[in-house]
């Protein structure tokens, strides 16, 4: 039921999720923003159990924060990538987490990069990745549409098709969802795709 | 080929052993004649294969064959209906009665209580029912369900009574450990966080806890949910417990922020009434408290069955004819 995917364009990276916190049939609430700052240059998006989520997402916040006031330099996203994989590799036959992410980020000399990082640890770098029911929908429409170099208005188009496809044919679909993205700017909040208001 | 014909429940079964020594069962819906077994091949059903070489037990029932329609109806019923009856797939199950009560119990939030608590202009709104359950057994109808961490804090309890009462007492110890510590309240993002990092690290061992925590701070009113599976929700609006689904109906229909503290009580109060009315695991007593800033105070404590008259009251009945007293000549 939680959708999360994300895509790299030029010059930038974007991730797309849902924004529902639900408990079996009850919808919670709508606007539960599941993509996480991690520094000023990178976003991960997370999806999973509810507190495996936020604890997992939280460690590797402040671990990152930390490898920045030890060493006076920012990790850069390949790094935080193996690093996260590396914790969720280690804890995966002793306690799981059951958490997916997809991790975007910026570096000066690298440019854009996104990061797919499964529950069991698997670490891929693609173009574009998806997670959850909506990947059934959100890849296909990808792989259709998505060219490399794409501009930030290509990419959201795409990303708007996505979420009408995921909306149009998911059976329990989201109600809202949040588009950020990452670029030489830095990480921020880009819009919303709103069908209630929360 | 050995033929035996034998009914279960609704359906009729014809078992056959091939020459190939496998058993092969034919079943056949209610509505299909089954009188001649050389026209079976021609009806609806399903068919099992198995290989098994088994020893059939040959029953006789020769005593059972007419040339009367099994399951009555008349003749031209049944003979219409064998040539064109509508028919639909029956659920695959035998338990017909019982396959929806466990769908109902698989969605059905598991925690056997209403709590809600929302924030507005003027505060936070929490309220609760107070029932305890034990299956089917009401056990108790006077049970506080909302626990009083400190004068300016309020938690819900729904799930483990035991887990909730202990677990929000030592929240309201670590609250004023922090408070000594740090010579200033702690707000309720603070307390809702070492509450879920508890309940996180317990994770797995059988905890139910379902929580909002809702206070007043620096920041103004705060709302939290916490529950025993690590989650965490920082919101306006939430409502915990069997009775949820039938209290958010009320609450979201009803939900303006700027309400006054009496239009807001009323909100919450109806909407836990309206949910004891509905699930059976919730009743009793629809307490009500505010959140303001200078703390907690209790609104109200009311009855759900005087509640129901209040709202509904019993019209009398009109009556069309009256009986009086037959004259006595």
């Known amino acids: 039921m939680e959708c999360v995917f994300g895509m790299v364009g030029k010059g930038f990276a974007l991730v797309v999720a849902d924004t529902s916190a639900v408990n079996s049939i009850l919808v919670h609430k709508s606007n539960e923003d599941k993509i996480m700052v991690l520094d000023s240059h990178k976003l991960m998006g997370a999806s999973g159990e509810a507190g495996d989520r936020a604890q997992f997402t939280e460690y590797v916040q402040k671990n990152v924060a930390l490898y920045q006031y030890r060493n006076g330099i920012p990790l850069t996203t390949k790094a935080a990538a193996n690093f996260m994989r590396g914790e969720l590799a280690t804890a995966l036959r002793k306690n799981p987490y059951m958490v997916n992410i997809v991790l975007a980020g910026f570096d000066k000399d690298t440019g854009p990069s996104l990061y797919f990082i499964d529950y069991i640890a698997t670490l891929h770098k693609v173009d574009k990745a998806a997670f959850g029911y909506g990947s059934y929908f959100a890849l296909s429409m990808m792989d259709r549409h998505y060219h490399p170099n794409m501009t930030v208005d290509e990419a959201i188009k795409l990303a708007e098709q996505c979420i009408e496809e995921i909306r149009s044919r998911l059976v329990v679909a989201p109600q809202n969802f949040v588009i950020k993205i990452v670029d030489k700017d830095g990480a921020r909040e880009h819009s919303w795709r709103r069908t209630t208001k929360d | ?329």
Request: net charge neutral.
């Open chain 2, 1 to 329: 080929m050995n033929r035996v014909k034998y009914r279960i429940s609704w359906f009729i079964v014809v078992q056959e052993i091939t020459s190939s020594n496998t058993v092969v069962r034919t079943f056949f819906l209610l509505n299909q004649r089954v009188n001649d077994l050389v026209d079976i091949s021609q009806l609806k059903g399903f068919r099992f294969e198995f290989s098994l070489s088994v020893e059939i037990m040959k029953l006789d029932f020769s005593g059972l064959e007419s040339s009367a329609p099994l399951y009555g109806g008349s003749n031209e019923l049944l003979s219409d209906g064998f040539s064109a009856a509508p028919s639909f797939d029956l659920p695959v199950t035998s338990d017909f009665d019982g396959f929806q009560k466990n769908s109902i119990q698989m969605v059905k939030p598991a925690k056997g209580t209403t709590t809600l608590a929302f924030i507005f202009k003027e505060g936070v709104m929490v309220a609760a029912d107070s029932r305890a359950s034990m299956g089917g057994y009401i056990s108790s109808q006077s049970v506080k369900k909302i626990i009083e961490i400190n004068p300016y804090m309020l938690g819900t309890m729904a799930g483990g009574a035991a887990d909730c009462q202990f677990w929000h007492r030592n929240l309201g110890i670590k609250c004023r450990l922090h408070e000594l510590a740090n010579k200033r309240r702690i707000s309720v993002t603070g307390a809702s966080k070492l509450l879920a990092n508890i309940l996180y690290s317990y994770r797995g061992m059988g905890l139910s806890v379902g929580t909002m925590i809702a206070g007043w701070d620096e920041k103004g009113p705060g709302l939290y949910y916490v529950d025993s599976e690590g989650g965490r929700l920082k919101g306006t609006k939430f409502s915990v417990g069997s009775g949820s689904p039938y209290a958010y109906g009320v609450l979201d229909s009803g939900y303006k922020y700027d309400l006054t503290v009496d239009e807001a009580a009323e909100l919450a109060r109806r909407a836990i009434y309206h949910a004891t009315f509905r699930d059976g695991a919730s009743g009793g007593v629809a307490s009500v408290y505010h959140v303001g800033p200078n703390g907690w105070t209790k609104l109200s404590g009311d009855d759900v069955g005087e509640l129901h008259y209040s709202y509904y009251p019993v019209e009398p009945a009109i009556v069309e004819q009256e009986m009086t007293e037959a004259v006595v000549a």
